[in-house]
């Protein structure tokens, strides 16, 4: 099993940036890919960016596009994301997620098999 849990989520301001952290434990060496997500009310569940074996890629949706930075830290165990400019549509669920998705797939959010619980960000105008 893998354990996911987030923070850094709160209320920003319009243009202002987010960063959130991602702490894995437990059986990491049965992942290759640790990923964030987030989901807004009504709308699926978006790919933001991850890493997979060291390697970042990230979202080329025209959402997000440009905005996100993807880093670990591997004293920490932690997968971060950065994004900058941020704009009350940004405002959603941001989870973070584990698993040993195909190169295919590492987009997709049912190729992940452990979840975090989700960490609020709303951004004010």
């Known amino acids: 099993q893998v354990q996911l849990e987030e923070s850094g989520g709160g209320l920003v301001q319009a243009g202002g940036s987010l960063s959130l952290s991602c702490a894995v434990s437990?059986?990491?060496?049965?992942?290759?890919?640790t990923a964030w997500f987030r989901q807004a009310p009504g709308v699926e569940r978006q790919f933001l960016g991850g890493?997979?074996?060291?390697?970042?890629?990230?979202s080329d949706a025209e959402s997000v596009k440009g905005r996100i930075s993807i880093s670990r830290d591997s004293a920490k165990n932690t997968v971060n994301l950065q994004m900058i400019s941020l704009k009350p549509e940004d405002t959603a669920v941001y989870y973070c997620?584990?698993?040993?998705?195909?190169?295919?797939?590492?987009?997709?959010?049912?190729?992940?098999?452990?979840w975090g619980q989700g960490t609020q960000v709303t951004v004010s105008s």
């Open positions: 997620a584990a698993g040993s998705p195909i190169l295919s797939k590492q987009r997709s959010k049912s190729a992940y098999t452990y």
């Open positions: 437990g059986r990491t060496s049965s992942i290759s890919t």
């Open positions: 890493i997979r074996w060291g390697r970042v890629f990230t």
